[in-house]
């Protein structure tokens, strides 16, 4: 099955900096890749998502890239304010509605 | 347009009991997906109805069950509660129709102690 591993499982950057958060998947059939947002006491909020057919994706400051050979995709944060301080999972599925195979999280601190 | 909604938000149960945690998916959709989050484990899918028939199941126990209503709101039981059952649990709810293009909405979750 799917496995999704991601990294930094940490993430301490200054505000007005950059983040980057990368996870790399298994299963080559997967083909959408979402990113969710879990603050404190909230269930995981989506936050961008990408599907195979586009290897950029870029929502104001988050922007996601995708390399389907490698096998890896990332989530990239600019301008970084403290209101970005989370958990962040990236995920892996065949499809938008099939089980999300989920990565460990990443805990983003931005520093004011 | 309302979000998903879970009940209770917090429930504390003694080993051996059995617990029953509700989901209302966003209006529209059809499909219901339910996670479990623990520090240890992450976030693990425990199973997923549409249209009132389990569609998809993860790797977990019998003692772990689901069902779904007409309604499309989804219930999700445990019996013989054990210490390793506290979690987090997390429903999600999609339209469940466009395979290449839906997304899954999280409620809040069902904060689970088990003492």
């Known amino acids: 099955g799917e496995n999704v591993e991601q990294h930094p499982s940490t993430l301490s950057v200054q505000e007005g900096d950059s983040a980057v958060i990368k996870c790399t998947y298994s299963?080559?059939?997967?083909?959408?890749f979402p990113w969710y947002k879990q603050e404190l006491g909230k269930g995981p909020q989506l936050i961008i998502d990408?599907?195979?057919?586009?290897g950029e994706k870029k929502d104001q400051r988050i922007a996601v890239t995708l390399n389907k050979t490698a096998k890896h995709f990332s989530l990239h944060i600019t301008e970084t304010q403290p209101e970005d301080s989370a958990v962040y999972f990236c995920?892996?599925?065949?499809?938008?509605?099939?089980?999300?195979?989920f990565g460990k999280g990443t805990r983003l601190s931005v520093i004011a | 347009k309302a979000g998903v909604t879970q009940t209770p938000r917090y429930l504390i149960k003694t080993r051996g009991q059995q617990v029953t945690l509700s989901c209302s998916p966003i209006?529209?959709?059809?499909?219901v997906s339910w996670y479990q989050q623990t520090p240890g484990q992450g976030l693990q899918f425990l199973f997923e109805?549409?249209?009132?028939?389990?569609?998809n199941k993860g790797n977990f126990p019998g003692r772990f069950s689901g069902r779904q209503f007409s309604n499309s709101r989804s219930e999700m039981n445990v019996s013989t509660l054990e210490l390793g059952d506290s979690a987090l649990y997390l429903c999600?709810?999609?339209?469940?129709?466009?395979?290449?293009?839906?997304?899954?909405?999280f409620g809040p979750g069902t904060r689970l102690t088990v003492l």
């Open positions: 999600a709810s999609s339209l469940g129709l466009a395979v290449s293009t839906d997304t899954q909405y």
């Open positions: 299963d080559s059939a997967s083909n959408y």
């Open positions: 990408i599907r195979s057919n586009v």
């Open positions: 995920a892996a599925s065949q499809s938008g509605n099939t089980p999300l195979v």
């Open positions: 209006s529209g959709h059809r499909s």
């Open positions: 109805y549409f249209s009132e028939t389990q569609r």
